[in-house]
Nanobody, 116 residues
Framework: QVHLVESGGGLVQPGGSLRLSCAASGKIFSLLAMGWHRQAPGKQRELVASITSGGDTNYADSVKGRFTISGDYTKNTVYLQMNSLRPEDTAVYFC??????????WGQGTQVTVSS
């Protein structure tokens, strides 16, 4: 079983920055991809950004140019640098990883609130 621990969420003013971290532990087969999703109240969970073991990245249109995902596959850790935050970025952010046996594991989520 894979265990994911997220950190770095919090309250920030519009225009501010936060950096989320997620570390995977447990019985881990080689990870193929790591990513971040978010879910705002009353909305469906959506993909924010992902990064493959080969370094390919993918971003939601709403965060392109503001968020940067990075990953360390030797440490099974993924980061999300969030700049120029907006109130509409407010959500619970979830880390997710996919391993070589195509198993998806999820973190418990961390709250990000953008408000003045």
């Amino acid at each position: 079983q894979v265990h994911l621990v997220e950190s770095g969420g919090g309250l920030v003013q519009p225009g501010g920055s936060l950096r989320l971290s997620c570390a995977a532990s447990g019985k881990i087969f080689s990870l193929l991809a790591m990513g971040w999703h978010r879910q705002a109240p009353g909305k469906q969970r959506e993909l924010v950004a992902s990064i493959t073991s080969g370094g390919d990245t993918n971003y939601a249109d709403s965060v392109k140019g503001r968020f940067t995902i990075s990953g360390d596959y030797t440490k099974n850790t993924v980061y999300l640098q969030m700049n120029s935050l907006r109130p509409e970025d407010t959500a619970v952010y979830f880390c997710a990883v996919i391993d070589s046996i195509r198993r998806t594991s999820w973190g418990q989520g961390t709250q990000v609130t953008v408000s003045s």
